[in-house]
């Protein structure tokens, strides 16, 4: 039911990554409010800004959340070339979208397929690979 509002982000201080709900705080940093697993807050944790992502709401063939900035794979869009891509937000349509490495795009509301990574951690996924 929260999931609307759920974040992601990766801590400061380690560098890991947790989910949980997008506050600034009074310093003007990123944070992000953890909660227990009954929905009590836990601890505030500062964020690296440029990681931080929405939940959509939506879930992958294997149950997990998709987030802003997530790689994707799908077999059945383009085949074997180019089925990969990345989830973002299109203010313009005012929804979540998967764009793929050739351009085009599908709305994450009917992809169908699974996510391999994300943009901070395996940007390498969405270069073109010439040897297939």
């Known amino acids: 039911m929260f999931e609307r509002f759920l974040v992601r982000g990766k801590r ?10 997008f506050s600034p705080d009074l310093d003007n940093e990123l944070v992000i409010n953890v909660h227990n697993e009954f929905g009590l807050f836990e601890d505030s944790q500062a964020i690296i800004s440029k990681t931080l ?3 959509t709401g939506k879930t992958d063939k294997h149950a997990k959340y998709y987030f802003e900035d997530d790689i994707v794979r799908s077999d059945k869009y383009h085949g074997s070339k180019h089925n990969v891509g990345r989830v973002y937000y ?9 764009v793929f490495i050739d351009g085009s795009t599908v709305p994450l ?7 391999i990574g994300n943009i ?7 270069e073109v690979q010439n040897d297939r």
């Open 53 to 55: 992502g929405q939940c």
């Open 90 to 98: 299109d203010a313009s349509e005012c929804s979540f979208q998967v």
């Open 12 to 21: 400061k201080s380690d560098e890991q990554w947790i989910n949980g709900y």
């Open 120 to 126: 901070h951690d395996n940007p390498e996924l969405l």
């Open 109 to 115: 509301s009917v992809f169908e397929g699974e996510i």
